[in-house]
């Protein structure tokens, strides 16, 4: 079917029936064109970049308030098709789509808590480019690569194997990873997961490591290793089958169906580390198959399998504790550090432009500590209670008294690469935002023009 003829049927009936098979990318623009334009209360359609040969990365936001960031709403991301030729992932984030707006209208309770509650950023597809050049292998790599033949997994920032004066400024990396890492600085994610295929897994931070890094047994441990934990056993218990750990014949055991990355095997430049170090946001690396390309009459099991995982992860969003510091006049602060006692992150975590921060944490007491120039530093000890089943967070904000002590206006918070290292706190610190496309959904949909550039 061409795609005017496609766009043409979708026209005429604005509920199209999904249907469980490959869809090729123009196929999936169409699809999102039309779910955004049908859905205009709870989807947002935008585009954070381009691939090497030019075709849009799109993503499609949801929930109650689509298009923009509302305070205390948490930011989650999937994101699939990293690997061209590891399939699986783009159509079940496009039935996870059809999923959402279907329970949406007919006012499912589960969906329209998740939508209300939180706002879900899809993309379908990080390497269309991989994608058209992919063969159907089980295996094999044909299609893994971008055009330029350069693995995405491999191009971002690596804090450990990266010396800072060696590394790559960000306009020397492929366009999709530049592309993600825009997106991460423009929007505050605090939870993602990244779909593959070739094995049945959840594998958590780190990927990589070095002596520096806390290593026990053969993995590479995050400050923050009991949530990447609880979080990999969160999708792995709720799918079918990965909690077995030993589904795939090709691939070792895995105990509770998930592993540590480094421990799996070291990867250096990979994507999940790039949003833990720099982006202070969570992911989780899920790999969904034992093929990379499966048959196609397979992929309503492989849904059905997935289904309840994938919505159970994204409610782990409402982990921990959430809120807004504040100075000693009473306006929200960006970029004041938030740290957690016994959590040495190695970029602190710090306010957003709207003053909020997150931290992902299981139930127990933990104690905080905020600093931001010019205020004392405040120290407060919270009980933080299992936040997913009510689908919120706890919410505690901290309020910051003046100090007359003389205090640095530059806090250098981490090794940032490509940017400046040192944040000027009392500017605000903004960084500068990238140019997003947004599509204008409307009357015009079989003709994809249009654009408005913001």
């Not at 991989?130 to 055009?147: I, K, L, P």
């Not at 997150?358 to 139930?363: D, K, V």
């Not at 919270?382 to 901290?398: E, R």
Request: overall charge negative; hydrophobic content about 35%; glycine content about 8%.
């Amino acid at each position: 079917m061409s795609s005017l003829l496609f766009a043409s049927f979708l026209l005429l009936d604005p509920i199209w029936a999904l249907e469980f098979r490959y869809h090729d990318n123009s196929e999936i623009e169409q699809y999102l064109v039309q779910t955004s334009r049908s859905n205009p209360n709870i989807t947002h359609l935008y585009s954070i970049g381009t691939s090497v040969r030019g075709q849009q990365l799109w993503v499609l936001a949801l929930g109650v308030n689509p298009q923009r960031h509302v305070v205390g709403i948490p930011e989650f991301k999937y994101v699939a098709n990293m690997h061209g030729n590891e399939v699986l992932g783009r159509e079940l984030l496009l039935h996870l789509i059809d999923h959402l707006v279907q329970g949406y209208r007919n006012e499912d309770v589960s969906a329209l808590q998740l939508l209300r509650s939180t706002r879900i950023h899809i993309l379908p597809s990080m390497n269309p480019d991989g994608y058209d050049d992919a063969d159907t292998d089980c295996q094999y790599s044909q299609g893994r690569f971008n055009h330029n033949g350069v693995d995405l997994n491999r191009n971002f920032p690596d804090v450990f194997s990266d010396p800072q004066s060696k590394q790559k400024s960000e306009d020397q990396r492929e366009a999709e990873v530049r592309a993600v890492m825009g997106w991460l600085r423009n929007e505050t994610f605090v939870l993602s997961a990244n779909l593959h295929g070739g094995a049945l897994v959840a594998s958590y931070a780190y990927d990589n490591g070095n002596q520096g890094s806390m290593q026990m047994g053969g993995a590479s441990l995050t400050p923050d290793d009991d949530v990447f934990v609880h979080l990999s056993r969160e999708y792995s218990y709720s799918h079918a089958s990965m909690h077995r750990g030993n589904i795939c014949q090709s691939s070792r055991p895995f105990p509770d169906g998930i592993t540590n990355g480094y421990r799996w095997y070291p990867l250096a430049g990979g994507m999940q580390d790039y949003n833990y170090v720099w982006a202070q946001c969570l992911e989780v690396t899920l790999e969904l198959s034992c093929c990379k390309f499966p048959p196609a009459d397979q992929l309503q099991a492989l849904w059905t399998d997935n289904t309840v995982a994938l919505l159970a992860y994204v409610r782990q969003v409402h982990l921990g504790v959430k809120g807004v510091v504040y100075d000693g006049s009473g306006v929200a602060v960006q970029n004041a550090l938030v740290e957690v006692k016994g959590r040495k992150n190695v970029c602190p975590f710090r306010t957003n432009s709207h003053g909020e921060y997150y931290r992902l944490l299981l139930p127990g007491n933990y104690t905080f500590t905020v600093t931001y120039p010019g205020h004392e530093v405040l120290t407060e000890t919270l009980s933080i209670p299992y936040g997913p089943d009510k689908y919120s967070a706890m919410t505690h904000h901290f309020r910051l008294r003046r100090t007359s002590a003389i205090t640095t206006s530059y806090i250098q918070t981490c090794p940032t690469p490509g940017y400046s290292h040192a944040v000027n706190l009392e500017g605000g610190g903004a960084t500068s935002r990238p140019s997003w496309i947004r599509h204008a959904v409307g009357i015009g949909l079989a003709v994809l023009g249009g654009w408005v550039i913001e």
